[in-house]
């Protein structure tokens, strides 16, 4: 009995693969229409001196916080969030 345990075993995982998988797709009205509407900003990993260089000086400069330090640059249209000096979001602003 326990020697035909293992190739049980080994037989229930080869076919568990074989098992059909099912999945749902998900649509959201207007997703097409916001993302085309956004505004160009930092990318993820940019450096605050390349922000400045590319988007000018920002409005409001907020102090870093916390560790890791995570400070906050504000523009007009988006802010900037940066763990030490690099990019690790920016988000638009409503």
Same mark, same amino acid.
């Given at each position: 009995m326990? @020697? @035909?345990l293992p190739a049980l075993l080994i037989s229930a995982l080869v076919a568990v693969p074989a098992l059909p998988a099912a999945a749902e797709t998900l649509l959201l009205d207007g997703v097409e *229409? /916001? +993302? +085309?509407? #956004? %505004?160009q900003r930092p990318s993820r990993g940019m450096t605050m001196d390349k922000v400045? /260089? %590319?988007? !000018? *000086?920002? /409005? #409001?400069?907020? +102090? /870093?916080? !916390?560790d890791p330090p995570i400070s906050r640059w504000e523009y007009s249209n988006f802010v900037v969030y940066f763990e030490y000096s690099r990019v690790i979001h920016a988000v638009q602003k409503n």
């Open positions: 326990f @020697r @035909r *229409q /916001a +993302s +085309s509407s #956004t %505004t400045a /260089a %590319t988007w !000018g *000086q920002p /409005a #409001t400069k907020n +102090s /870093a916080v !916390g």
